[in-house]
């Protein structure tokens, strides 16, 4: 390899590998993850249902996360059938907790168009496969590869950290010119053959050992390519842009009692948390108490007026693109016949019966203490 290294002022990655690059970086990749990789249980598997749900999981979600959810998840909607059947409701509860509950709905929509278009066989092709609902072109690749062991590059974060530092990327790697030079590059590395060890490899890498903060150079099996580390600086890579600061929200939420019965709300479809269900509130306007805040969202949500009473609890909670502090209040129905003004369903249900509803997580405190008082 010492041939083939960089200046230490390249700003951008090669075009071309050289073929004897190529086969020691594979070899020393594969040797590896052979030795160290994870024993994750759709690991032991090449069903591509199972692949198509884990990848439709880990979209920005660790692997650590996943695994509190998988296993549950694939007991109880077993294959690609039984999950486009079942009830929209009942598969937001099994991913319930884990956010970003749109993959949710992606994935039952996609399970859906699987069955209507592809007689309930996942296809092989990332061209097809991007044509299912939340499908883009990495979870498209990871699925073509390592259920089918399609020759594709697959570049999620880790991957595009690894090669970032591998060739001391200066550039931005959202940039589009620059995302298409590393697939170039990736597409050179990857197997005609073994592309599904050889992908999960370069993932493992960057999850493991490749990490954002204090890589572990020293183990690394590419540590003698490196181009950042030959600079001293691999935590420099990639390069990124200036984080903005996330917005914080704040909210009023009534719990709202009738004849010892509570008020949900089920969120919009389309929406953020769409599908899920609340208690009615919302965003405080300026210059507006919070009390008043709660008792006006309800009314413009659901059409109930109720006297608003003690504050119970804050909840504080961070999304992946802002943050919120939720007050909740107490609140003692007046009148009002529930009807969904600014959701898509309201009910009245019994405390011990919230279990069957999925909520977003920042609700759960409050479900939890609900369900201990009324106990």
């Known amino acids: 390899m010492e041939n083939d290294r960089l200046p230490n002022d390249a700003a951008s990655?090669?075009?071309?590998?050289p073929r004897g690059s190529i086969t020691r970086l594979r070899r020393?990749?594969?040797?590896?993850?052979?030795?160290t990789k994870r024993d994750l249980p759709w690991r032991r598997t090449d069903d591509p249902y199972h692949i198509l749900v884990v990848e439709y999981m880990s979209q920005q979600t660790q692997v650590d996360r996943v695994l509190q959810y998988y296993d549950q998840f694939v007991r109880r909607f077993p294959n690609v059938r039984a999950l486009a059947r079942a009830s929209p409701e009942r598969v937001l509860k099994a991913w319930e907790g884990m956010g970003y509950y749109a993959r949710a709905r992606h994935l039952q929509a996609a399970a859906r168009q699987i069955v209507r278009q592809f007689d309930?066989?996942?296809?092989?092709?990332?061209?097809?496969?991007?044509?299912?609902?939340?499908?883009?072109?990495?979870?498209?690749?990871?699925?073509?590869?390592?259920?089918?062991?399609?020759?594709?590059?697959?570049?999620?974060?880790?991957?595009?950290r690894v090669l970032c530092r591998l060739w001391a990327v200066r550039e931005n790697p959202r940039q589009q010119a620059v995302r298409r030079r590393l697939r170039t590059l990736a597409e050179q590395l990857?197997?005609?053959?073994?592309?599904?060890?050889?992908?999960?490899?370069?993932?493992?890498?960057?999850a493991l050992i490749c990490t954002p903060r204090s890589p572990r150079c020293e183990e690394c099996c590419w540590?003698?390519?490196c181009q950042a580390r030959k600079l001293s600086s691999p935590a420099q890579f990639p390069v990124r842009a200036p984080r903005r600061t996330p917005p914080h929200y704040q909210i009023a939420v009534g719990?709202?009692?009738?004849?010892?019965?509570?008020?949900?709300?089920?969120?919009?479809?389309?929406?953020?948390?769409?599908?899920?269900w609340e208690f009615p509130g919302g965003k405080r306007q300026s210059g507006e108490s919070f009390r008043r805040c709660c008792a006006r969202e309800i009314e413009e949500e659901t059409g109930v007026r109720v006297r608003v009473g003690r504050q119970v609890m804050?909840?504080?909670?961070?999304?992946?693109?802002?943050?919120?502090?939720?007050?909740?209040?107490?609140?003692?129905?007046?009148?009002?016949?529930?009807?969904?003004?600014?959701?898509?369903?309201?009910?009245?249900?019994?405390?011990?019966?919230?279990?069957?509803?999925?909520?977003?997580?920042?609700?759960?405190?409050?479900?939890?203490?609900?369900?201990?008082?009324?106990?």
């Open 28 to 35: 020393a990749l594969l040797q590896w993850y052979a030795e």
């Open 255 to 276: 719990i709202v009692w009738k004849d010892g019965r509570l008020l949900i709300g089920r969120r919009p479809t389309g929406g953020l948390l769409g599908g899920m």
């Open 223 to 225: 540590n003698f390519a």
């Open 314 to 375: 804050t909840i504080r909670h961070a999304y992946s693109h802002f943050r919120i502090t939720m007050h909740v209040f107490e609140c003692q129905y007046l009148d009002g016949e529930p009807r969904p003004l600014g959701c898509d369903r309201v009910k009245w249900v019994s405390p011990r019966a919230l279990h069957r509803y999925p909520f977003p997580a920042a609700n759960r405190k409050l479900i939890e203490k609900l369900q201990r008082e009324w106990r």
């Open 120 to 160: 309930g066989r996942i296809p092989d092709d990332p061209d097809l496969l991007m044509t299912l609902p939340g499908c883009g072109p990495y979870t498209a690749a990871a699925i073509a590869s390592i259920a089918f062991n399609k020759p594709v590059p697959v570049l999620d974060g880790n991957v595009i």
């Open 190 to 206: 990857v197997p005609q053959r073994n592309a599904r060890q050889f992908n999960q490899a370069l993932m493992e890498l960057g």
């Open 13 to 17: 990655p090669p075009t071309h590998l």
